[in-house]
Antibody, heavy 123, light 110 residues
Framework: EVQLVESGGGLVQPGGSLRLSCAAS????????MSWVRQAPGKGLEWVSV????????YYADSVKGRFTISRDNSKNTLFLQMNSLRAEDTAVYYC????????????????WGQGTLVTVST | QSVLTQPPSASGTPGQRVTISCSGS????????VDWYQQLPGTAPKLLIY???QRPSGVPDRFSGSKSGTSASLAISGLQSEDEADYYC???????????FGGGTKLTVL
């Protein structure tokens, strides 16, 4: 059974940093691209970043480029999101999501999602 | 303002057929597949349709997707009360080099 479990969320002051983790199980982790998608309270879905299965290709939304870094450790089946210079507008539930398709990264067909972890940026 | 445009709301009565539209441009819907999600309150999104018109296993055939040019649609036939949820379209955007989502459509079953 595929499982994605996020952790690392919490309350942080503006300008601060957080590192989110997503522990994956039940599939060959290194064969699938993974994304982070966030949802601000009462708002819609916003894609944040994607990393290819091998970890060699990454892309970011303009809203986080230069501040967030996506990475993965395929030996530990774990996805990460390092978030620096956090702003109030980064407050959201952050989901990790697995691509359905094998090997590619440029399609948002996310067949499994974690439960989400809440990041709150506030004084 | 989302890159993909969806109506903010839609509604129908049980048994009815409803459609939700998603409008984009040549760099996203016009060049790539469209995927659709259903999100029930307080839960993670669920993949409903992928690659324009394909249903993952377990998704009822009441749900169908289509694409034409730079627009796509999600159709729900035989509307049921449990279909009341938010629906999102998504696609890769070749100009932005990233995923774009629609703003979401809140479906109400009257």
């Amino acid at each position: 059974e595929v499982q994605l479990v996020e952790s690392g969320g919490g309350l942080v002051q503006p300008g601060g940093s957080l590192r989110l983790s997503c522990a994956a199980s039940g599939f060959t982790f290194g064969s699938y691209a993974m994304s982070w998608v966030r949802q601000a309270p009462g708002k819609g879905l916003e894609w944040v970043s994607v990393i290819r299965g091998s970890g060699d290709i990454t892309y970011y939304a303009d809203s986080v480029k230069g501040r967030f870094t996506i990475s993965r450790d395929n030996s530990k089946n774990t996805l990460f999101l390092q978030m620096n210079s956090l702003r109030a507008e980064d407050t959201a539930v952050y989901y990790c999501a697995k691509r359905r398709g094998f090997n590619g990264y440029d399609q948002p067909d996310f067949d499994y999602w974690g439960q989400g972890t809440l990041v709150t940026v506030s004084t | 303002q989302s890159v993909l445009t969806q109506p903010p709301s839609a509604s129908g009565t049980p048994g009815q057929r409803v459609t939700i539209s998603c409008s984009g441009s040549r760099s996203n819907i016009g060049s790539n597949y469209v995927d659709w999600y259903q999100q029930l309150p307080g839960t993670a999104p669920k993949l409903l349709i992928y690659s324009n018109n394909q249903r993952p296993s377990g998704v009822p055939d009441r749900f169908s997707g289509s694409k034409s040019g730079t627009s796509a649609s999600l159709a729900i036939s035989g509307l049921q009360s449990e279909d009341e949820a938010d629906y999102y379209c998504a696609a890769w955007d070749d100009s932005l080099n990233g995923v774009v989502f629609g703003g979401g459509t809140k479906l109400t079953v009257l």
